[in-house]
């Protein structure tokens, strides 16, 4: 299974960008996944998930500016993100099924991530 991410860069206040985790070795139609990012100093955090289903979960302080949608025919998942701020400047990740470490990182060793991806939001 690799799961392999694309988009993020830099970008002003009030900008988009949008991710993408494209997935080989599984469908992404049976799989649950999440997307989460790690700022400097700070713990991991869970930003979105979406399950196989098609039902979707933002943390607070994105919902509204940032979305999570499919591509079936891609075996993609994208993380658009409207209207961004300094405080979302993070390393982003992909990861399937979605859970994260329990020491404050990311990336487990059981399961599946993208090779993260740097968002930088200036003010």
């Known amino acids: 299974v690799q799961l392999v991410q694309s988009g993020g860069g830099s970008v002003q206040a009030g900008g988009s960008l949008r991710l993408s985790c494209t997935a080989s070795?599984?469908?992404?139609?049976?799989?649950?996944m999440g997307w989460y990012r790690q700022a400097p100093g700070h713990e991991c955090e869970l930003v979105s998930t979406r399950g196989r289903d098609g039902a979707t979960w933002y943390r607070d302080s994105v919902k509204g500016r940032f979305t999570s949608s499919k591509d079936n025919a891609k075996n993609t998942v994208y993380l658009q993100m409207n209207s961004l701020k300094p405080e979302d400047t993070a390393v982003y990740y992909c990861?399937?099924?979605?859970?994260?470490?329990?020491?404050?990182?990311?990336?487990?060793?059981?399961?599946?991530w993208g090779q993260g991806t740097q968002v930088t939001v200036s003010s």
């Open positions: 990861a399937t099924p979605p859970f994260m470490g329990t020491d404050g990182y990311c990336v487990t060793q059981y399961n599946y």
């Open positions: 070795g599984l469908t992404f139609d049976d799989s649950d």
